[in-house]
C-alpha cells in the first residue's frame, strides 16, 4: 500500500503543515472464513491502521485512521479518506470566518469526502471568489482579483500562485465536459484553500489581536 502525505491544520503554531510519520499500527480482518484454511491469500482483507504523526514544527501529536481492502498479492485500495482521531477539532477554526467562505469551503471539503472531486475543485474555487468579495474586491475577472489581493499586502506570493493555480483548476473543472480531476488534485486544491483562507483571515486576525494587545500592554505600563 503506497503511503501518502498527511496534512492538517496545527492548532499550536497556527499553520497547515505536512505532518511527520511516527509510527503506525495495523488491524487486519479477512471478510469471511476461507473453506480451505490455505486459501487465505484469495480472501478479501478489511484493514485499519493507525498512524501516530507529529507536527514538523511544533511537534504536537496527531493520530490518523486509514481504512483499506485488499486482495494479497492482487489488489488493495483505500476505502475512507484518512480520519483524524486526535485532536478532535475540525481542521481549521473557521467560526471567525464570514458565511460565504465557511459555507463554500464546508460544501468543497464535503464533496472531496464522498469522492466528488470536479464538485470539489469548483467549491474551492467559489472559495476563493468569496475570499477576494470579503476583502472588498468586486471588479474584474478571478484572476485579477486574486491580483489585487496580492497588491493590497493581503496575500504574499507564494499564496498569490497557489490561489491562481486553484483558479486554473477550477476553470478545468467547470468547463470541461468530463473534466480529468484526481483526488489527489482535489485534496491538493483543499489544502491549498486552507491556506489562502489561513492567511487572509485567521492568521491576519490573531495578528491583529496581537497588536492591540501589545499596545494596551503598553499604555497600561506608561
Not at 475512507?80 to 460544501?107: C, G, Q, R
Not at 475577472?141 to 500562485?161: C, T, W
Not at 486553484?166 to 473534466?179: K, T, V, W, Y
Request: glycine share 2%; net charge negative; aromatic share 10%.
Amino acid at each position: 500500500m503506497e503511503k501518502e502525505a498527511i496534512f492538517s491544520y496545527c492548532e499550536t503554531c497556527n499553520s497547515q503543515v505536512e505532518l511527520a510519520e511516527e509510527g503506525e499500527y495495523s488491524v487486519e480482518t479477512p471478510e469471511s472464513k476461507p473453506l480451505d484454511p490455505e486459501d487465505i491469500i484469495n480472501t478479501i482483507h478489511h484493514i485499519e491502521i493507525y498512524y501516530l504523526l507529529r507536527c514538523p514544527k511544533c511537534s504536537s501529536p496527531f493520530l490518523y485512521l486509514k481504512r483499506w481492502q485488499e486482495m494479497p498479492a492482487e489488489w488493495s485500495y483505500e476505502t475512507a479518506e484518512p480520519e483524524k482521531l486526535y485532536p478532535n477539532s475540525s481542521e481549521i477554526p473557521l467560526s471567525s470566518v464570514p458565511s460565504s467562505i465557511k459555507k463554500a469551503f464546508e460544501d468543497a471539503f464535503q464533496a472531496h469526502k464522498v469522492g466528488l472531486y470536479a464538485p470539489s475543485v469548483l467549491m474551492c474555487r467559489k472559495t476563493i471568489e468569496a475570499i477576494c468579495f470579503e476583502k472588498g474586491i468586486t471588479k474584474g475577472n478571478l484572476k485579477q482579483k486574486i491580483l489585487k489581493l496580492k497588491e493590497k499586502g493581503i496575500i504574499d506570493s507564494n499564496i498569490y500562485k497557489w490561489a491562481d493555480s486553484l483558479r486554473l483548476i477550477g476553470n478545468d473543472a467547470a468547463h470541461e465536459l468530463l473534466p480529468n480531476i484526481s483526488k489527489d488534485d482535489s485534496r491538493d486544491t483543499i489544502n491549498f484553500t486552507e491556506s489562502v483562507i489561513l492567511t487572509s483571515f485567521i492568521l491576519s486576525a490573531k495578528f491583529e489581536e496581537f497588536t492591540e494587545r501589545r499596545k494596551a500592554s503598553k499604555t497600561s505600563k506608561s
